[in-house]
């Protein structure tokens, strides 16, 4: 099993920046395929962005591609959000998750989630 806790969350203002980091606890991390989701009231959790088991491969959301970038740190069994030009419809609930999938874009194939971090953007 694996315990996920997110941090990094916090308000900005719009153009702004912010870094999620996402701690995994476990000794297996390295194994499993990492994803960044967000959610606000009343809507569905949406895909962010998600990262292969070695890191070598990622994946992102148009709505954010060119301005998120996702990584991990195996050895420290860690994976980021690196946030930049926020604006306000960036403002949501992150959560990560763990899957056993290679790739995968679904909610439905994460297995493992954090309690989330809420990042607000103001304009």
């Known amino acids: 099993q694996v315990q996920l806790v997110e941090s990094g969350g916090g308000s900005v203002q719009a153009g702004g920046s912010l870094r999620l980091s996402c701690a995994a606890s476990?000794?297996?991390?390295?194994?499993?395929?990492m994803g960044w989701f967000r959610q606000t009231p009343g809507k569905e959790r949406e895909f962010v962005a998600r990262i292969n088991r070695s890191g070598s491969s990622t994946y992102y959301a148009d709505s954010v591609k060119g301005r998120f970038t996702i990584s991990r740190d195996n050895a420290k069994n860690t994976v980021y959000l690196q946030m930049n030009n926020l604006n306000s419809e960036d403002t949501a609930v992150y959560s990560c998750a763990a899957g056993r999938l290679s790739y995968s874009s679904y909610v439905g194939s994460y297995e493992y989630w954090g309690q989330g971090t809420q990042v607000t953007v103001s304009s």
């Open positions: 476990g000794r297996t991390f390295s194994s499993y395929l």
